[in-house]
Nanobody
Framework: QVQLVESGGGLVQAGGSLRLSCAAS????????MGWFRQAPGKEREFVAA????????DYTDSVKGRFTISRDNAKNTLYLQMNSLKPEDTAVYYC?????????????????WGQGTQVTVSS
């Protein structure tokens, strides 16, 4: 089992940047594929980005490609999401998620563990 805690959210103007972090504790971090998801008010939770156990493979939803970068530091048990050129439509609660898998899950139900979320608000 793994515990996940997100941080780094906040209020930023459109065009600005934020870096989210997800600290993991518990079982060995490197066995988990990791993902970032977000949920805006009144909407379903949606996939943002995922990274494989070693960090060698990554996937992004189309709306964030070229603006967001997912990365991980297995020595620090930490997942990151660098978000640049932020838009008001990026406003949401952002969640990190983990699944012990060699695959790269992009669907909510394929993840086993979730953090509590961090709020990102982008003003126009």
């Amino acid at each position: 089992q793994v515990q996940l805690v997100e941080s780094g959210g906040g209020l930023v103007q459109a065009g600005g940047s934020l870096r989210l972090s997800c600290a993991a504790s518990g079982r060995a971090f490197s066995i988990y594929a990791m993902g970032w998801f977000r949920q805006a008010p009144g909407k379903e939770r949606e996939f943002v980005a995922a990274i494989s156990r070693s960090g060698g493979n990554r996937d992004y939803t189309d709306s964030v490609k070229g603006r967001f970068t997912i990365s991980r530091d297995n020595a620090k048990n930490t997942l990151y999401l660098q978000m640049n050129s932020l838009k008001p439509e990026d406003t949401a609660v952002y969640y990190c998620a983990a699944r012990p898998s060699v695959l790269l899950p992009t669907i909510v139900r394929n993840y086993d563990y979730w953090g509590q979320g961090t709020q990102v608000t982008v003003s126009s």
